[in-house]
């Protein structure tokens, strides 16, 4: 009997849940499916808009992964800066067949050293700091290179995860996947890229976003000065 295949949600305090729960609905369908959420410390887990999740695992008490998936947020900086939770994304990541994240879970990935000469997505507000990390930004909803995929913000994580069900799995059973949770986008606006939306409506997400932006900036630049 084949041993499951074993996904590990590595989560951390006020993460963006959809990041996190988008693409969890798709991977945890995959036949075979090991599906294990964990934290640094285990227990409970509030995230960004206070949706709490119980009954976490500890990052440390797990031995292995074949695939990790990092969802961003706003407390995707505190936990880049966090050492000991940085050394079980290293550990497991360097380990996993697979490394994937959804947003800005691609920078944790970065300043795990996981990037580094690879093709990687992100949020498009912060895509550009991946430089910092060695890797090549790319503006794909999905991005894939070798055995890692990261990709846009928040929603993309349902693409990236039916992506990567269709790479282990086969097409057939992402398709599968796809209908059984109706996944049919058809937003009222076409407002969902910078691409095709209004120049106010860009500059008003720049605006909510630039402290985010600069704290992320900052921090980015304080991991490599003290490299």
């Known amino acids: 009997m084949a041993a499951p295949f074993r996904t590990v949600f590595i989560l951390y305090p006020k993460l963006t849940q959809l990041d996190f729960t988008g693409p969890y609905e ?11 959420i964990a934290t640094k410390d285990g227990g409970e887990l509030a995230t960004e808009m206070g949706l709490t999740f119980t009954a976490l695992r500890k990052l440390s008490d ?20 966090d050492p000991a939770f940085m050394a079980e994304v290293k550990r497991l990541g360097e380990g996993a067949k697979y490394v994937t994240s959804v947003c ?18 992100s949020h498009w507000a912060y895509r550009e700091l991946l430089t910092n990390f ?5 503006d794909a909803r999905v991005v894939r290179d070798g055995n890692i995929y990261t990709g846009g913000g928040v929603t993309a994580g349902i693409d990236i995860a ?13 398709k599968m996947i796809q209908l059984s949770i109706e996944y049919a986008p058809a937003p009222p606006f076409n407002s969902g890229r910078p691409e095709t939306a209004e120049a106010h409506t860009i500059d008003a997400v720049r605006n909510l976003f630039a402290s985010f932006a600069e704290a992320r900036r900052k921090a980015i630049e304080g991991l490599q000065g003290s490299a």
Do not use: Y
């Open 26 to 36: 798709v991977l945890a369908r995959m036949p075979g499916a090991e599906t294990i």
């Open 62 to 81: 797990i031995d292995r992964a074949d695939l990790i998936m990092v969802p961003g947020g706003p407390g995707q900086t505190a936990a880049m800066l």
């Open 104 to 121: 800005t879970g691609s920078l944790i990935l970065g300043a795990a050293g996981l990037l580094n000469g690879k093709r990687a997505g």
């Open 134 to 138: 060695g890797a090549i930004p790319d």
């Open 162 to 174: 039916l992506t990567i069900v269709a790479d282990i799995a086969g097409a057939d059973v992402a």
